[in-house]
């Protein structure tokens, strides 16, 4: 058979296809299924969930009325999100440094969650003979788009039956979350280096000129990704996003659909009592559990129920934007095409209508998607994987592949009485801090590998070391209004063993003529390339108070000792210390 | 009479394991615009709060913090009552209302 007539027959097959989809189709047969949202619904009235009154109570299932009223456009909702974004300021939301390998790090031991966004600056060296000061930024990749619909830049489709054009959904978001990206950069001295030429000698001085051998610019140190394998439980927080502005689109939605007569409603009578007769001989009558499910018992009949659904609940469109009366006999005709935008669209209550149901949605886009913020921020992950790539100074590069579990235990601990009055206007059930476990156990098992294997190194192989520590935190709380007490009193103490079993020694890499950073080796030959240290395993323990529970700026301080580091073969003591931000608020639209 | 209010997870009247209140606003529809209630509720939890009102309709308004794919909450004077006060249908919106009248 010729290529020719093999196209031929799958085009022919294509388009019998394309014909079979376009006269069989649902909507061929003016059996449009229903939007998501209205499907959910009455799939609820089948199982006994939910009632016919709550599809009659249009602001009860507002999304479903969102989804179906063609003037209720994706662009009005851009405007109501960026008109609501900066009142609906969120609450910060908690978290943290380098990974273990890097020459400036306060944490022999990674914990298995990315931060939405953060900012750390650290000094001090676990197994590496030197010590740094390196900057590192952190965020997972969910960091940008969760900032993005907090701001109420973009919308959020916060439950996989809520569509709005353009949003970011839910399950995308939790996905993204699970990924969690690192930089680091050494910012210190010893990653530069001064190079200079001396004049004729004057006396016992002696002038030199003197300019920069290397970039001032902070040198990349190493990256890190982490991908959650066991995402820990989702638990609510013990504060959660302001809710006072979706409270009062909340009621302002409730009076848009009231009766004008007794609750202030604002449709005009006629169409109130359209309204009024739709719910109540349309809705609530037809859409019964017995109609929706199926006759052998509790399960949805979706056939029948989208039945319902074209001939009664569509007409809702009509009803209020084109003044047509309800029809709930049985021999309603199947609604063809709803009205765009509808002859009384211009009246000023089908105005505030669709403002109000716009300003409803844009609301709760935001208070979901901060809500959303803090439940992916607290479910830190039970078990992750961690790539690091390490370029230390000096020192071939290498990838350490890492498993990290942590689990929290004992009481929760740092959470502040309940029901607390807020203002005037609102009552909120308030605390001002998340809970947090009084035991945090975390272990790390990982293997290091040398990225090019390396040469005329006698005993070096490509597996570099085998690595595990554990660390056990436990956290302090001060409930003090005074803010440095509150400050000193809110840690956590932090007690770490790092084993690490040398595979293969540790090598420097020599330029000839060029000094080694931080190091003084005598007696090398000039025509060396590469020295390496005599191997064996590292023992190391660090206790570590880390200031800030709860906070945006935290201070880790610690103090550790080894039996050897990765260079050095005798023991000594260290410190590390450094300073984190964590502008996850700032991208909650704190 | 004081009417206390119950979160409850389901229609048996299970107490509120994946819903939070997370705020409750009481509206007075006898003015026009409804104008908030200062002062209420009173006692108000993260499952439950307490009302004590003049005579009059009020449009009662509650927003909740849930779990992800939370479904239905349900909102009872007394989570051993036989009928809800409302149904929050939390998979498809965080709020929920419902009119009470005090004679």
């Known amino acids: 058979m010729s290529l020719r007539t093999r196209l031929g027959k799958y085009v022919i097959s294509i388009a019998a296809c394309v014909l079979f989809y376009l006269v069989f189709s649902p909507s061929t047969f003016g059996q449009d299924a229903p939007p998501p949202a209205c499907e959910w619904v009455m799939q609820k009235i089948a199982s006994g969930a939910a009632q016919p009154s709550d599809f009659a109570n249009v602001p009860e299932s507002i999304t479903c009325f969102w989804e179906l009223a063609p003037q209720l456009r994706a662009q009005v909702m851009d405007t109501a999100l960026r008109t609501l974004a900066p009142l609906q300021k969120s609450t910060p939301i908690v978290q943290t440094g380098a990974t273990s390998g890097s020459n400036g790090t306060t944490s022999a031991v990674s914990k298995p969650s990315t931060p939405i966004a953060s900012l750390a600056t650290e000094y001090g060296g676990i197994t590496s003979s030197t010590s740094n000061q390196t900057v590192t930024l952190q965020s997972t990749l969910a960091g940008v788009p969760s900032a993005l619909v907090a701001h109420g830049i973009v919308p959020y489709c916060w439950s996989p039956v809520v569509l709005i054009p353009g949003c970011f959904k839910q399950k995308d978001l939790q996905t993204l979350n699970k990924f969690g990206l690192g930089l680091t950069f050494n910012t210190s001295g010893t990653s530069q280096t001064v190079n200079g030429t001396a004049s004729p000698s004057q006396g016992t001085a002696q002038q030199a000129s003197l300019s920069n051998a290397s970039n001032r610019a902070p040198s990349f140190s190493g990256f890190f990704t982490k991908v959650a394998l066991i995402q820990g439980t989702y638990k609510l927080p013990s504060k959660g996003p302001p809710g006072t502005p979706t409270l009062k689109a909340r009621q302002e939605l409730d009076q848009a659909f009231a009766d004008p007569s007794t609750q202030h409603g604002i449709l005009q009578t006629d169409v109130w009592n359209n309204l009024s007769t739709w719910m109540t001989d349309c809705v609530i009558k037809n859409f019964t559990r017995a109609n929706l499910s199926a006759q052998t018992g509790e399960k949805y009949d979706k056939a029948k129920a989208t039945s319902y659904f074209n001939k009664y609940y569509r007409q809702i469109v009509a009803i209020l934007f084109d003044g047509t009366p309800a029809d709930c006999s049985q021999n309603a005709p199947d609604v063809a095409a709803m009205p765009d935008p509808g002859k009384r669209i211009k009246d000023i209550p089908q105005t505030q209508l669709i403002e109000r149901v716009t300003t409803y949605m844009a609301s709760a886009s935001i208070f979901e998607s901060q809500l959303n913020q803090m439940l992916e921020a607290a479910a830190s992950p039970a078990l992750s994987f961690e790539y690091d790539f390490n370029k230390p100074i000096s020192q071939p590069t290498t990838s350490t592949l890492k498993l990290i579990g942590s689990k929290g235990f004992g009481p929760t601990i740092c959470n502040k009485s309940q029901g607390k009055a807020t203002n005037a206007e609102t009552t909120s059930a308030d605390t001002d801090t998340a809970g947090v476990k009084r035991f945090t156990a975390t272990l790390n098992i990982a293997g290091s590998l040398y990225n090019s294997p390396p040469a005329n190194v006698p005993g070096a192989g490509v597996f570099r070391a085998f690595q595990a520590g554990t660390e056990l935190d436990t956290a302090i709380c001060n409930q003090s209004k005074l803010w440095i007490a509150s400050y000193l009193g809110n840690a956590t103490i932090g007690l770490t063993y790092y084993y690490q079993d040398q595979i293969s020694p540790s090598i420097l890499k020599i330029t000839p003529g060029e000094p080694l950073s931080g190091i003084t080796v005598t007696g090398l030959d000039p025509s060396t390339s590469s020295v390496f240290s005599k191997k064996g395993p590292i023992s190391f323990v660090q206790i570590k108070y880390g200031l800030g529970v709860g906070k945006n700026v935290k201070f880790p301080i610690a103090f550790s000792w080894s039996n050897r580091t990765d260079l050095i073969t005798h023991a000594l003591w260290s410190a590390q210390f450094g300073v984190s931000y964590d502008f996850s608020s700032l991208l909650g639209s704190k | ?103």
Not at chain 2, 6 to 31: H, M, Q, R
């Open chain 2, 1 to 103: 009479m004081p009417i206390k209010v119950k979160l409850c997870e389901d229609d048996k009247g299970s107490p509120a394991k994946s819903f939070d209140f997370n705020g409750v606003t009481i509206y007075d529809t006898a003015k026009s615009p409804a104008q908030v209630v200062s002062g209420q509720p009173t006692g108000l939890t993260k499952t439950g709060f307490t009302l004590l009102l003049p005579v009059g309709i009020y449009d009662v308004v509650m927003i909740l913090d849930h779990v992800p794919n939370a479904q239905v909450a349900y909102v009872f004077e007394d989570c051993d009552k036989a009928n809800p006060l409302a149904r929050i249908l939390v998979f498809v919106t965080p709020t929920g209302s419902f009119y009470l009248k005090v004679a």
